[in-house]
Every structure is written in structure tokens, then in C-alpha cells.
């Protein structure tokens, strides 16, 4: 299983950016997915999580209100939807498997950029 995280870009601050997040080599049905974000020198944070079923959905603090998660399970893909994007949400974004407390086959990250 490979993931792949797209979707980034430059934008102006209060803007918008869909990312999404491809699952290659198995099925979106059976997996959990997850959002991190990383800032240069500093740890990777969670951002959001998405259960198998579209109702088990779950923010960070500073994600809540402006970002949603879903997922099409037919075209293997999961999407974070960020809208109102700050400064401070610039950073490398990945996605990764979610399996009981801990994140695997992370796949290669896109750069947002929040910048007027």
C-alpha cells in the first residue's frame, strides 16, 4: 500500500486548498487515514483523521472549523478541505494509515504555503 499526498500550493492568507491523499496497491474501504503536518524543525502534528465510515471524523484544536475531511472510497482517495488558511498553517502536509493509535506508510508530503 503507498500513499501520496497532493494538493499543495502557495495561497494568499483566508484562501482555500483541497488536498488530497491516493491510496495505491489496496483498498481505501479498510483503512483509517490521517493527516500530519510538519513545520521545518519541528515535530510532525496531527491534523485530522477520518474513520473507515465517513461519521468517525476527528480535528486537532486548531484545525476545527476550518477544515473538513472525506473520503471516496471508489477513487481511493481522502481530501482535506482547509478553508481561512493563516500563516501559521504553513508547513509539509502528509498522510499516512491510522491503526489503533499509530500512523504507517506515510506517503510523500505536499507543501502548503500561506503567504501574502
Known amino acids: 500500500v503507498q500513499l501520496q499526498a497532493s494538493g499543495g500550493g502557495l495561497v494568499q492568507p483566508g484562501m482555500s486548498l483541497r488536498l488530497s491523499c491516493k491510496l495505491s496497491?489496496?483498498?481505501?474501504?479498510?483503512?483509517?487515514i490521517a493527516w500530519f503536518r510538519q513545520d521545518p524543525g519541528t515535530e510532525r502534528r496531527g491534523v485530522s483523521c477520518i474513520g473507515i465510515s465517513d461519521g468517525n471524523t476527528y480535528y486537532t484544536d486548531f484545525a476545527k472549523g476550518r477544515f473538513a475531511v472525506s473520503r471516496d472510497n471508489a477513487k481511493n482517495t481522502v481530501y482535506l478541505q482547509m478553508n481561512d488558511l493563516q500563516p501559521e498553517d504553513t508547513a509539509v502536509y502528509y498522510c499516512a494509515k491510522w491503526s489503533y493509535g499509530h500512523a504507517s506508510d506515510w506517503g510523500q508530503g505536499t507543501q502548503v504555503t500561506v503567504s501574502s
Open positions: 496497491g489496496g483498498y481505501l474501504d479498510y483503512f483509517a
